[in-house]
């Protein structure tokens, strides 16, 4: 039985945070083209404005209004006054997940989902944990293996170069240790990952080449500041025709040779591991079709 793409591959590549406490931009994120959009109720919003962006963030969620794109409410922290009361309606808004900044054990994890299910949240509503400190870097596989509720890690560069006393620069050298663990935490217990933010919206170039960088890496996609990063991000993420064209020659071959114990892709043994990552791109590229065209109309 084969599995529908949409459910396996969820695209991830364009997660755009939009402040909750903007209602035009609210509006505005209906035509936006990204993959996902965060809801933001923590670094964006004010404090005179928490519990306006609360409201608005819930409704959004709520109205059905945004195609496919996945919506996620995130919410201030659990060190906040505003934690509690953000959670409880975030639960009954029933987004598709809510995301929770500085997770940093295992432990909180448990007592997050614990929380969720006791607000009523629905079963589709998943967990999503920020890590972006050297303690949630040092405990990533714990974190992300806490719970199956927990889905997505979302790397908070900001807040790590913050506790690292490190410098934004080009390539991120500062940074790689943390992108690293995080990856082969998510990875290894099969949960998607997204690449922190990039800074200067001025800067194209400089974020597409961290886009790149992400992708090559591993990354599922990344999380945006701007809408003018989402076009750059949806291509960075998305697998290129050229890897299309290449994964169904290698799933073309491999069913031709089926039982012959050897084959070749233009010149080159293919296995299976290449049948399996062909099978993702191609999986992939369907998901990102689906998506798009629904956007589309």
């Not at 599995?3 to 936006?32: C, G, H, W």
């Not at 060190?79 to 054990?105: F, R």
């Not at 909180?108 to 967990?127: F, I, Q, Y």
Request: proline content about 4%; charged content about 25%; aromatic content about 4%.
């Amino acid at each position: 039985m084969s599995l529908d793409p949409q459910e396996t591959f969820r695209p991830r590549r364009s997660v755009l945070y939009m402040p909750s406490s903007n209602e035009r931009a609210l509006e505005k994120a209906k035509t936006i083209p990204c993959d996902g959009l965060i809801l933001d109720l923590e670094d964006a919003v004010a404090p005179d404005a928490k519990e306006t962006a609360r409201d608005n963030a819930c409704a959004a969620a709520r109205s059905g209004e945004y195609g496919r794109r996945e919506i996620v409410i995130r919410v201030n922290g659990t060190d906040t006054a505003w934690h509690a009361d953000d959670m409880a309606a975030a639960c009954a808004a029933g987004p598709d997940a809510v995301l929770v900044p500085k997770v940093d054990s295992a432990e909180a994890v448990r007592d997050l989902v614990a929380r969720m299910e006791s607000a009523g949240a629905p079963e589709h509503t998943k967990l999503w944990t920020m890590v972006e400190t050297p303690v949630a870097m040092l405990h990533a596989e714990e974190i992300a293996a806490a719970s199956d509720r927990l889905t997505v890690l979302v790397m908070g560069t900001n807040d790590l170069a913050k506790e690292l006393y490190a410098e934004h620069v080009p390539g991120r050298h500062p940074l790689l240790t943390g992108l690293g663990l995080a990856l082969l935490a998510a990875r290894a217990t099969g949960k998607a990952i997204i690449d922190g933010v990039y800074n200067n919206v001025k800067d194209v170039d400089g974020f597409l080449a961290e886009c790149r960088q992400g992708r090559e890496m591993g990354f599922d996609g990344k999380t945006l500041i701007h809408p003018g990063q989402v076009a750059g991000a949806n291509e960075a993420f998305a697998p290129s025709e050229q890897a299309v064209e290449d994964a169904r020659g290698i799933l073309q071959v491999w069913e031709e040779g089926s039982g012959s114990g050897v084959v070749t892709y233009n010149g080159r043994m293919v296995e299976n591991l290449h049948v399996e990552s062909a099978r993702r791109v191609l999986a992939m590229h369907e998901a990102i079709q689906a998506l798009e065209a629904d956007t589309a109309g």
